[in-house]
């Protein structure tokens, strides 16, 4: 798995996954937060908008957790399975699934390079977050 570069947006070599488009993953590149609202109990209300990190490796996109498993956010999404995420004032209907580990290592390259010199870099890449990697498809 490889993590894409802006390079590959400009030419646009990004391939599809799910139902983002090439115009939605560039948003999700170029911002430096996502906002997730995972589903409340009732399955209806969206919980409070929580700032994370996302990712694009190989046409996903993906979030951790910094708190790891036992952030808020991070047990309603994998529980409810659905929400909503923000970014540059666009709200999209998503649904939430536990990334698998063959994705690990690239992603922890994609932080690497989207926030170079980041003293969080670390902390995302550490067990807690690593083990609480959200892949986000739209629905």
Known sequence: MTSKTDDQFDNGAITMAGNWSSDELREI????DLFVSPFREDGTTYGTPTQTWALIVDGE???RAA????????QAAIRQEAGRVRVADQDYEV??????????????AAY?????????????????????TVRITPR
């Open 95 to 108: 649904a939430f699934a536990p990334a698998g580990d063959d994705v690990a290592d690239a992603i922890d």
């Open 29 to 32: 590149a170029d911002n430096n």
């Open 112 to 132: 690497e390079a989207k926030y170079p010199g980041s003293s969080a870099v670390s902390v995302m890449q550490g067990d807690g977050p690593k083990s609480a």
């Open 61 to 63: 996109v993906y979030v």
């Open 67 to 74: 708190r790891g498993p036992t952030s808020n956010w991070y």
